[in-house]
């Protein structure tokens, strides 16, 4: 399993980020797969995941409405849009993917936790929002 994300960036406050991260070594469209972050200091957060297998999508409360995930699964790519950025919203973010759960359907919290549960295996994008 090898995830590669990109797209982190230095913004200013009220900006927009778009991550992506490539996917490889398991089937895109047979787990839930989703994005997590981790600032300084802080605890790992998870962010917002989508399933593979019906495109449903959880969100967290801090992003709901800012964030969208989206995904290519003919590309294995998985994509977090950001908009409305504050300082808050800066950490390192990564991607992975939730392989307790085979086809989920209808994603709830615990499919984001079982991403969080197997993320920060892979380098991150750094994405900074200066105020």
């Known amino acids: 399993v090898q995830l590669v994300e990109s797209g982190g960036d230095l913004v200013q406050a009220g900006g927009s980020v778009r991550l992506s991260c490539v996917a490889s070594?398991?089937?895109?469209?047979?787990?839930?797969i989703g994005w997590v972050r981790q600032a300084p200091g802080k605890q790992r957060e998870g962010v917002a995941c989508?399933?593979?297998?019906?495109?449903?999508?959880y969100y967290a409360t801090s992003v709901k409405g800012r964030v969208t995930i989206s995904s290519d699964n003919a590309k294995n790519v998985l994509y977090l849009e950001m908009n409305n950025l504050n300082p808050e919203d800066t950490a390192v973010y990564y991607c992975?993917?939730?392989?307790?759960?085979?086809?989920?359907?209808?994603?709830?919290?615990?499919?984001?936790?079982?991403?969080?549960?197997?993320?920060?295996r892979s380098q991150g994008t750094q994405v900074t929002v200066s105020s």
């Open positions: 070594g398991f089937a895109f469209g047979d787990y839930a």
């Open positions: 989508i399933s593979g297998m019906d495109g449903s999508t």
């Open positions: 992975a993917a939730d392989f307790s759960a085979f086809r989920p359907r209808r994603l709830g919290r615990l499919n984001l936790v079982g991403v969080v549960e197997s993320a920060l």
